[in-house]
Nanobody, 125 residues
Framework: QVQVVESGGGLAQAGGSLRLSCTAS????????MGWYRQAPGKQRDLVAI?????????????EYADSVKGRFTISRDNAGNTVYLQMNSLKPEDTAVYYC?????????????WGQGTQVTVSS
């Protein structure tokens, strides 16, 4: 059974930092993209940051950010451990949301989407 395990999150003050981690229980070559989405109360789930993996060789290592987090958040990956990190700096109250890790499958998992359980990030002013 494929698992997506998140950790990190919590409470921070405006201007502070938090780090999220996410690990998928599959081979690197079975991951096309992996990233973070967030959902604030009453709002839709939106992309925060995403990075491509070896599942799509020609697109390996491509990173995208939502405009609202560019320059403040950094997504990175651990190639050996199928783990992605989201370093969140200069946090703002509007960053408060449940953050979900996501990966899109490749090869035998092509066409499938997997989500973590979500982790709460709360930024106080």
């Amino acid at each position: 059974q494929v698992q997506v395990v998140e950790s990190g999150g919590g409470l921070a003050q405006a201007g502070g930092s938090l780090r999220l981690s996410c690990t998928a229980s599959v081979s690197t070559f079975e991951i096309a993209t992996m990233g973070w989405y967030r959902q604030a109360p009453g709002k839709q789930r939106d992309l925060v940051a995403i990075i491509s993996f070896g599942g799509i060789i020609s697109a390996d290592g491509i990173i995208e950010y939502a405009d609202s987090v560019k320059g403040r958040f950094t997504i990175s990956r651990d190639n050996a451990g199928n783990t992605v990190y989201l370093q969140m700096n200069s946090l703002k109250p509007e960053d408060t949301a449940v953050y979900y890790c996501n990966f899109e499958g490749a090869r035998r998992l092509r066409g499938r989407t997997y989500w973590g359980q979500g982790t709460q990030v709360t930024v106080s002013s």
